[in-house]
C-alpha cells in the first residue's frame, strides 16, 4: 500500500511510505537532510512497523519534539490504521 503522510514539526515536508502488511517496502522524505534520510530509507527498508517504531520511535532533533526517523514511524502507523 502506498500512503503519503504530512510530518509535523520537522523540516520534511511529508513522507511517502510503501508497506506490504507491516513491512516497509520503499519510504522517501521530501525536504529536510537528503543524505540522513535517504540513509534512514534505506536502513529501515525490509523492516517491520514494530522494528522501526523499537529503534527510532521518540527520536528528538535539536530542541524539537519529534524527528523524521519518528516522523517515519508516526507515518507506517497512519497507513496501518488507514489499511484496516
Do not use: W
Amino acid at each position: 500500500m502506498f500512503y503519503r503522510y504530512k510530518t509535523d514539526g520537522t523540516c520534511s515536508a511529508y513522507i511517502d511510505v510503501e508497506m506490504d502488511g507491516n513491512v516497509l517496502t520503499e519510504c522517501t522524505f521530501h525536504g529536510g537532510c537528503n543524505g540522513n534520510l535517504k540513509g534512514i530509507a534505506s536502513l529501515c527498508k525490509g523492516m517491520t512497523y514494530e522494528e522501526i517504531k523499537e529503534r527510532v520511535g521518540g527520536i528528538t532533533c535539536g530542541f524539537k519534539k519529534t524527528s523524521c526517523p519518528d516522523q517515519l514511524v508516526k507515518a507506517m502507523e497512519a497507513a496501518l490504521e488507514e489499511a484496516k
